[in-house]
């Protein structure tokens, strides 16, 4: 399955000419905020009666069949290498926001081991002495690049004099030096370190250190990047993180006429899924070019979501699950991921065991003979993958922050708000409030175990247990009929997060109350 694993793994030594030959190259491809029903991926974990009950915004208003066939179409080279390749359809990320998701990515940990819990405090920067597996394939003669959005550095702000509405375009934001790509494992970088950009003209673009005006469309743009890396890399193995910022907002300007291919009835629906349909074109552009290079069978595409969909934006959402991006339901956890490797895995095949985005790196690293086991929280997938079930209690899964319904149907009234601020009401001038942010959301606990998912709420003293396979919209709380397995639960997450730190932004007294009571 995978031939490229010979002999004993290396952990940081340098590689012969022959050694580099042998390991593959490794493109993890992160979308932003794709919801695990926008895409082509499993589209019988959910029924159509199933979305007619699921609530968006009226900017994303349509009919369900509509909307269910845009996602089905708009992705279809991404969806081909899903099906040539290893789908994983229970697959979670550690985090659910952005910034701790691709922290937990890159590092292959839980981002509370350094402190970081949500936005917040990834936004003051992951701190610099922490080891980012980018360091890993770098020490092991890989070339490597960070393509898009970056979010992991503390922020450096150059306020613009002239202002808008769009408050991505106000600033130039750019990162500090030793939280920056550069310092962290990449040779190369061409991306933004915001939370989110514009997609035309983009304000904070740079090379490496350097600040560059933007040519146009931003994920074409990374996407040439990305083409002209492989093209100039191509001799040496590499490792590319294309971070594409596709479809997080602001979404108010038209993705480009070639991607704008549907009709459900409301634009706004159609131009969602034209920035989705632009994040395909490239992956069609990358897969081309990796074969015309003769690179394909020596090459591994990951690819994730950063977390689920966000309230306004198009059904399907997240399928079948309940909630979204900011909540540790599933439909903020609970995300498409697969795997291509064409020269490695022969024929398709489906992963239902619960795995981890921590688990994507270690299992490339381990394909190119390296072992980061003993210093990572992700797993080297190769057994699972060959159908080597994992142990449900050994292999836990946790989180641990804020449930924040900033993003959810609890907070429609602002994303009305919002909608008529960016795009010029006279009647709505000032940027709108949320009562559901991070900083101000009450904390939260969250396990799985095999089929089980249970809920811890501090305030309040309450649990929430589901079985999520037979109940995926975890609407039967099950913690009074199993006592014993909700104690238990609650007792691995005691025991997990005692070993983690302190929150570097979020209020000490609010992080407290996730800790053992004796």
Known sequence: MWPLVLGACATGTSKTADEKLQQPNVILVVTDDQGYGQLNFDSDSYTHDQLKNTKVTNRYTTAVEAAYEAAQSAMPQTSKLANEGIKFTNAFVASTTCAPSRA??????????????????????????????????????????????????ELTIDSLVEKTRDY??????????????????????????????????????????KHVKSQGYITDEFTDEALKYIEENQNDPFFMFL????????????????????????????????TLAAVDDGMGQIVSKLKELNLDENTMILFV?????????????????????????QGGIHVPMFVWAPGLIKSGKVITENVSAMDLLPTALAAGGIDVSNSVDGID????????????????????????????????????????????????????????REYLSDPAGTVLEGDYMMHYYPVGDRYELFNIKQDPGEQNNLAEEKPELTSRLKTAFDQWIIEMEKPVEWKTETWAKLLPKS
């Not at 375009?169 to 933004?192: E, M, T, W």
């Not at 979501?305 to 339901?329: E, I, Q, R, T, Y």
């Not at 319904?405 to 907070?411: L, Q, R, V």
């Open 104 to 153: 937990a990515l890159l590092t292959g940990k839980y981002t509370q081991r350094f402190g970081i819990y949500n936005n917040y405090d990834a936004e003051a920067g992951v701190r610099p002495n922490e080891k980012f597996l980018s360091e890993t394939f770098q020490e092991n003669g890989y070339k490597t690049a960070m393509i898009g959005k970056w979010h992991l550095g």
């Open 168 to 209: 991505h375009r106000d600033a130039i934001y750019g990162c500090v030096k030793n939280q920056h790509p550069l310092s962290k494992g990449f040779d190369y970088y061409y991306g933004f370190n915001y939370h989110g950009s514009n997609y035309y003209n983009a304000t904070s673009l740079f090379r490496n250190y």
């Open 243 to 274: 971070s594409y910022n596709a479809p997080h907002i602001p979404l108010e300007e038209q993705a480009p006429r070639k991607y704008q291919r549907f009709d459900t009835g409301n634009p706004e629906v159609d131009n969602y899924y034209a």
């Open 305 to 329: 979501s950063d977390n689920g969909a966000v309230v306004d934006s198009p059904l399907p959402l997240n399928g079948a699950f309940k909630g979204n991006k900011g909540l540790m339901f």
């Open 381 to 436: 997938l190769q057994k699972v993958i060959k159908g080597e079930k994992l142990n449900e209690q050994k292999r836990q899964l946790f989180w641990a922050g804020c449930q924040a319904y900033h993003w959810s149907d609890k907070n429609l009234d602002f994303w009305a708000g919002y909608e008529q601020y960016v795009k010029g009401s006279k009647e709505v001038t000032v940027f709108p409030s949320s009562q559901y």
